[in-house]
């Protein structure tokens, strides 16, 4: 993970005022952080099987989360429309897949792929 971030890095050096205005509009957009609050704050895997709380909050996760949606920022309200959905479906994800999925656990550039994947998959049988 941090040669990816390392690499992110230098490519921003490159980046022009279009990409900075860009991702900018991306990160401010009120509806996707309230869904990135209502996620990765309220529902993050815990250490016991089946619980979760705040403070077992992973980055990792959080990270899948903020990647997620910004794949769906065009269907931002139906996004927070669905947030207890949303809830529900994150929860099944910590369920259903192998314990340190989504804790960064294994953190090699596939495991945060199926990470990102696995959440942008859900976030699209929410929305369809």
């Not at 997620?68 to 994150?90: F, M, N, Y």
């Not at 656990?105 to 929410?126: A, C, G, S, Y």
């Amino acid at each position: 993970m941090a040669g990816f971030l390392d690499l992110y890095m230098v490519r921003t050096r490159r980046f022009t005022d279009e990409d900075i205005l860009g991702l900018n509009s991306c990160l401010s957009e009120r509806s996707n952080w309230l869904i990135v609050s209502t996620v990765s704050c309220c529902f993050v895997p815990g250490t016991a099987k089946g619980r979760h709380g705040v403070r077992d909050h992973k980055l990792a996760f959080a990270d899948a989360v903020m990647v997620g949606l910004s794949g769906h920022l065009d269907a931002a309200e139906k996004l927070v429309a669905r947030a207890d959905q949303i809830i529900k479906e994150t929860q099944r994800l910590f369920e259903t897949n192998v314990p340190g999925t989504f804790t960064g656990q294994k953190n090699t550039k596939k495991d945060v792929q199926q990470r990102i994947d696995l959440f942008d998959k859900m976030l699209t049988q929410v929305l369809a």
